[in-house]
């Protein structure tokens, strides 16, 4: 079992920057692939970014590629999603997730956090 907490979100205005954290526990945590995604309200949710476990690879959904970073350190078994030049259509609930397998192309990931609010005013 992976239990998964983010934190970091708020408010921010538009062009500003936010870094999310998604700390995790449990068992083998640093050998899982991780992900973020997000949820507007009345959407559905959204796939951002993934990194292996290594943190060698990435892969990002293309309307945060060039202002989104996914980063981890295994050391502190914390994945972070550092935002940049955030947009109001950037608000949503993140969601962090992790999963034991797969690539980084893959959606599918057994855990999830619960989520934190991110709102970008404009």
């Known amino acids: 079992q992976v239990r998964l907490v983010e934190s970091g979100g708020g408010l921010v205005q538009a062009g500003g920057s936010l870094r999310l954290s998604c700390e995790a526990s449990?068992?083998?945590?640093?050998?899982?692939?991780m992900g973020w995604f997000r949820q507007a309200p009345g959407k559905e949710r959204e796939f951002v970014a993934a990194?292996?476990?290594?943190?060698?690879?990435?892969y990002y959904v293309d309307s945060v590629k060039g202002r989104f970073t996914i980063s981890r350190d295994n050391a502190k078994h914390t994945v972070y999603l550092q935002m940049n030049s955030l947009k109001p259509e950037d608000t949503a609930v993140y969601y962090c997730?992790?999963?034991?397998?797969?690539?980084?192309?893959?959606?599918?990931?057994?855990?999830w956090g619960q989520g934190t609010q991110v709102t970008v005013s404009s």
């Open positions: 990194i292996n476990w290594s943190g060698y690879f990435t």
């Open positions: 997730a992790a999963d034991s397998g797969g690539s980084v192309y893959s959606e599918d990931y057994d855990y």
């Open positions: 449990g068992r083998t945590s640093s050998t899982y692939r």
